[in-house]
């Protein structure tokens, strides 16, 4: 039933987003538009992707530090085989999907096995990655391949308005990810080990290849983005996507998913998503606030967030007893 | 329990009262009143509508993208901006991306949504520009680009580039230095603090000099970094480079901008060595905290690079809309100060 209370955290992430539109369609005009929508999710479509692989790794009870510095180094090897070497892209963007992915799962193998902490194993991979970056080249390459030209600006019209490319790969990705989440084995069995490692490992469940499998998608997801974010940007950089994994683990915890693991829903981080993006267009149309606002606002609805989680699972605790 | 709830009530209704202020409706202007559509009106309707139906002609409205606010030379763009926007009654929509381009094109495609009638972008960086300004052509929006240029194959993309030569600021810099080194023998160490890597100020300056400095086989930049255009990074990388033997330390140092020439000077004074005697020190913008140091002896030369574009950008929008063809590139005035024009300059200064 809807009251379930495992609903209660998305829901209220729901209530606030709607209460956020709310307010902006009554205080500013020209706000309640499908096109501000659409907007939001063209350009928040590659944190979208990032979103749902970051989703998967919270819930198995770990982080990924590394998510900004990967889609950079795919915007770098993309840019850099795509211009300077001439290769044809539908030979590029699967080798850098399968780079992203082999990068995640050596770093799951080395949290798994080694049995070290995924804070400090992805950390390691952010710096390495942005290094790369900057190894292949200190400047910006643009990117004027006539296939990435045609991506980027190609309009899907939407009752109301238009959507870019960008927004269908990363819907149709949510939605995967919600059937992977709900509907698999796989999905299950990564709840399980984020509700407990222990007891998944006593049920016998197959944690190592589940954990390697958790961060190889998170990879996946992290150069899936990066190849939106290079039809988005049409460039490759190093700077590209600084602190992005930081908005992304904020989306995934306003979305309503614990950080210890175990609790959460995909269609949470989509709200997350838009959220963070509500915020952004309030401010911008708000117009006399510093851009800056944006971070304080998120800071403190994390916050409100974690408490109110904290609170939650309390109650829980103290019903069962 | 009754009271907190009744109280949660309350709140929320001034909460509620609160929002709905906001949307109050616009005063209504009365309709015309003529009866035909397609017959001229008599000279009595004409009278009679005349004086109510007059409706002031909509102000203009430009969405200006600013890059950021990193350094003085920024400040002093922004508020030139807003200040010629106000002076000639046009409506302006600034949005600051912070060194961000993804936030400057997320600013732009609000601007196009809005349908404003201009568009002006200070691009933080060159590159990946083609994609949001095939947008803004495509909603039929000019784009004027401030102060950097953007790096696009279709040129017809923007109107026109309002901005300094800075490629010239940086022939500048070299022949002053070309001609203060010229009875000094070589080998001589050039250092140099670039911007923010991969903004034309930086590329161009960097460019404009090493085409001028090349001339003498002798004079060679040993070392380079970038220090983003400000302050505190500028002191940081300096004191970088000065940590190198004293036989293999910079007897030259050029800075692309002033906020970076300052925070290298207090390295350099750090260091124990004098700026200004031990190393010649050069620098782009022209800001009045600049000219006191050169003034003090502590700077050798400033290029001026003016920040002041706002009236420039107000007169090429007006121009736009009553349909008029502009220049491609649109370069305000510039020179050079040297210690001995320091004092005079200071007082001219607007920044």
Redesign the interface.
């Known amino acids: 039933m809807l009251l379930n209370r495992k609903y209660v955290p998305v829901l209220v992430t729901f209530g606030l987003l709607a209460a956020m539109f709310a307010a902006g369609s009554l205080r500013y005009t020209g706000f309640f538009s499908m096109q501000v929508l659409y907007n939001l999710l063209i350009d928040n479509s590659f944190l979208l992707i990032t979103a749902v692989g970051m989703t998967f790794v919270i819930l198995s009870g770990g982080i990924d530090l590394s998510v900004g510095s990967v889609i950079a180094l795919t915007t770098m090897v993309c840019a850099s085989l795509v211009e300077q070497n001439g290769w044809p892209p539908a030979v590029v963007i699967p080798i850098v999907l399968v780079m992203g992915s082999l990068f995640g799962a050596l770093m799951g193998a080395i949290i798994h096995y080694f049995r070290i902490q995924p804070f400090i194993v992805t950390l390691a991979g952010m710096f390495l990655a942005r290094g790369l970056c900057y190894v292949i080249s200190i400047n910006t390459i643009t990117i004027a391949n006539p296939f990435y030209t045609r991506v980027a600006q190609t309009k899907i019209s939407l009752p109301g308005g238009f959507v870019s490319i960008n927004v269908i790969i990363a819907l149709v990705v949510v939605l995967a990810a919600a059937f992977l989440a709900h509907y698999t084995r796989f999905g299950r069995k990564v709840y399980a080990i984020g509700g407990s490692e222990q007891s998944s490992l006593l049920m016998g469940l197959p944690v190592a290849r589940t954990k390697v499998l958790v961060y190889t998608l998170s990879g996946f997801c992290s150069s899936l983005a990066g190849v939106v974010f290079t039809f988005y940007m049409l460039s490759g950089y190093g700077l590209h996507a600084m602190g992005l994994e930081l908005d992304t683990i904020a989306a995934v915890v306003i979305g309503g998913t614990l950080l210890t693991g175990g609790v959460g829903f995909i269609a949470g981080t989509f709200l997350g998503v838009l959220i963070q993006g509500v915020i952004q267009t309030i401010i911008s149309f708000e117009g006399t606030l510093s851009s800056w606002w944006t971070k304080i606002v998120i800071g403190l609805l994390l916050f409100v967030f974690i408490l109110f989680q904290r609170v939650l699972s309390e109650r829980r605790i103290s019903i069962k007893s | 329990m009754k009271r907190s709830a009744s109280r949660v009530q309350f709140l929320s209704f001034i909460m509620v009262l609160l929002?709905?202020q906001?949307?109050n409706a616009a005063p209504s202007v009365p309709a015309a009143a003529s009866a035909d559509p397609d017959r001229p009106p008599s000279i009595q309707e004409w009278m009679r509508t005349k004086g109510e139906d007059v409706r002031a002609d909509k102000p203009l409205v430009i969405g200006f993208s600013q890059l950021g606010s990193e350094s003085a030379w920024r400040m002093a763009n922004t508020a030139s901006v807003q200040e010629a926007a106000k002076e000639s009654g046009i409506s302006l929509?600034?949005?600051?991306?912070?060194q961000s381009?993804?936030?400057q094109?997320?600013?732009v495609?609000?601007f196009i949504?809005?349908k404003v009638d201009v568009i002006a972008i200070a691009p933080v960086?060159?590159?990946?520009?083609?994609?949001i300004l095939?947008?803004a052509k495509l909603a039929g929006i000019p784009v004027v680009i401030l102060d950097r240029s953007v790096?696009v194959?279709d040129t017809s993309l923007f109107v026109t580039t309002i901005g300094s030569d800075f490629y010239e600021e940086g022939v500048k810099a070299g022949k002053y230095l070309l001609d203060r080194m010229q009875n000094q023998a070589g080998p001589i160490r050039i250092a140099e603090l670039q911007g923010t890597?991969?903004s034309s100020p930086s590329i161009q300056r960097g460019e404009g000099f090493r085409s001028v400095v090349k001339a003498r086989t002798d004079m060679v930049i040993t070392q380079s970094a970038p220090a983003d255009f400000t302050e505190n990074k500028g002191k940081e990388v300096m004191r970088e480079l000065l940590q190198v033997p004293s036989e293999e330390r910079p007897q030259v140092l050029f800075a692309h901008n002033d906020d970076m020439a300052i925070g290298a000077i207090e390295a350099i004074k750090e260091a124990g060595l004098k700026p200004g005697k031990d190393i010649v020190i050069l620098s782009v913008d022209g800001s009045r905290s600049a000219l006191r140091l050169l003034n003090d002896g502590e700077l050798n030369a400033v290029v001026e690079c003016n920040p002041l574009l706002g009236p420039l950008l107000m007169q090429a929008a007006k121009e736009i809309m009553a349909g008029r063809s502009l220049p491609k590139r649109m370069i305000p005035p510039e020179d050079i100060f040297t210690q001995e024009r320091a004092e005079q300059a200071i007082q001219n200064r607007k920044f």
Do not use: D, I, T, Y
């Not at chain 2, 960086?125 to 994609?131: A, I, L, Q, R, T």
């Open positions: 929002l709905l906001g949307c929509l600034l949005e600051n991306a912070e381009q993804p936030k094109f997320e600013a495609r609000e949504r809005r960086v060159e590159s990946g520009w083609s994609g095939q947008e790096n194959e890597a991969g």
